[in-house]
């Protein structure tokens, strides 16, 4: 079976390119950079020409998700798949791989609407990366960009869809409780040696995207971001901590777009050799609270 080899590029549709712009350049030290004709914004964080592209719109949500594959065989095995589990997919031509910055694209939908582009060989940009707010830059390479948790409809097709078709492994659990009498089942999956690429829960929430998360190589970044969100009036949704399965250090602050980032560091690796699979009863070792609901109008 093929697998997918790392999270890719993340499309989101968004209503505010300008407090995107600001967002993404001043608070989480990003590289901005604007489509010839104005419709997209490429958000740069490595050497990749784009890693976050934000499409113009009113859903301001999680529209696409790019996954990379290892080479064209095994992109059309992993096609090959899908179809045989009765997925539609869609072999892009070379000018849609283009746009993508891609030399081979093929493109399905998740069992919750998500559109899933497969690819192999993304192109690199013509310059470095450059942020004079995150120096050091941020963990990508084999382990692709960083996280995603989506809110997903249906648990059990979820969980099919990514860990039998996708190919991604089971890292943890995690079961949070989120009121009284109430809690939710998290699934966390790895693609690569990043403790996850991908988690779910079945939440029930309208949109697809809860959070996606960007790991800085330096610990001091993960506060220089926090102090700059408050600075700039972004809504703080969880304060510093570390979680309890990854051990990242981060906070998450509020998008222009309302659905979460998360702004981490030190995450653990994965060994697939000696891994063994944990259910955690919290999210965090400490920290990660939710702010007074008066702060940010509930
Ligand atoms: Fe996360």
Redesign the pocket.
Known sequence: MSNIASLGYLIFEVSDFSAWRQFAANVLGLMVCDSDAGETLSLRMDGHAHRLILQSGPADDLVAVGFEVADRDSLNDLANSLRSAGFDVLECDTAAAAERSVEMLVRTVDPNGVGIELFCGPLRADTAFVSGLVPEGFVTGDEGLG?I?LNAKDHEATERFYQDLLGMRLSDRITMPIGPDQSIDINFYHANARHHTLAFTASGLPTAMH?F?IEAREMDAVGLAYDRAQRAGVPIMSTLGRHTNDRMLSFYAQTPSNFQV?FGWGGIKVDDESWQVSHYDKGSIWGHQMPAASEHGG
């Open positions: 996280h948790v959070h998360m998360e």
